[in-house]
């Protein structure tokens, strides 16, 4: 930003402080990528010192710190808002504990209507088992009389067929 705004239209620089400026900029720049790492702000700092009281830096004469970036809150302005946040998230927690205890009671009663389902369907299933076994006992009986039915013409075709 410094540099766009000490630059003339040709390229250079508009004064040879503003030259000494951005050579010691670069070097200290450079110095940071090898050690420590530092933000340009605080090269920038460190090059051309502290900002005056009252003054913001890259903002021009108008603007001071409290227009850019708005005051402070006081002592009393953030225990306050502390006493809030405190309550919204003890708010936060009671509405949590009640909608876990409410998923828990779901959790339950879904299960509990489950199991009810699952007897109800092992119920039907027995008694279509024992359906089925009649109904094959039946048909075995049945089997077994015209089998004994069968035999016995078939005695009698023997029979008279002798004589």
Request: charged content about 35%.
């Given at each position: 930003?410094?540099?766009?705004?000490?630059?003339?239209?040709?390229?250079?620089?508009?004064?040879?402080?503003?030259?000494?400026?951005?050579?010691?900029?670069?070097?200290?720049?450079?110095?940071?990528?090898?050690?420590?790492?530092?933000?340009?702000?605080?090269?920038?700092?460190?090059?051309?010192?502290?900002?005056?009281?009252?003054?913001?830096?890259?903002?021009?004469?108008?603007?001071?710190?409290?227009?850019?970036?708005?005051?402070?809150?006081?002592?009393?302005?953030?225990?306050?808002?502390?006493r809030i946040?405190?309550?919204?998230?003890?708010?936060?927690?009671?509405?949590?504990?009640?909608?876990?205890?409410?998923?828990?009671?779901?959790?339950?009663?879904?299960?509990?209507?489950?199991?009810?389902?699952?007897?109800?369907?092992?119920?039907?299933?027995?008694?279509?088992?024992?359906?089925?076994?009649?109904?094959?006992?039946?048909?075995?009986?049945?089997?077994?009389?015209?089998?004994?039915?069968?035999?016995?013409?078939?005695?009698?075709?023997n029979n008279?067929?002798?004589?």
């Amino acid at each position: 930003m410094f540099c766009i705004a000490h630059t003339k239209s040709d390229a250079s620089l508009n004064s040879t402080a503003a030259q000494e400026i951005v050579d010691k900029f670069k070097a200290l720049t450079q110095e940071s990528d090898s050690s420590t790492p530092t933000t340009e702000d605080e090269i920038y700092r460190q090059v051309v010192g502290p900002e005056r009281h009252g003054r913001t830096r890259g903002y021009g004469l108008g603007p001071t710190p409290t227009t850019v970036f708005g005051t402070t809150p006081g002592r009393i302005e953030l225990a306050s808002q502390l006493r809030i946040a405190n309550t919204q998230n003890a708010e936060l927690k009671t509405k949590i504990d009640e909608l876990e205890k409410k998923m828990d009671d779901d959790r339950r009663k879904m299960e509990e209507r489950m199991m009810e389902e699952r007897m109800k369907l092992e119920e039907r299933m027995e008694m279509e088992r024992k359906k089925t076994e009649e109904k094959m006992e039946e048909g075995q009986r049945k089997m077994d009389i015209l089998l004994a039915f069968m035999e016995e013409i078939n005695q009698r075709g023997n029979n008279s067929r002798g004589k």
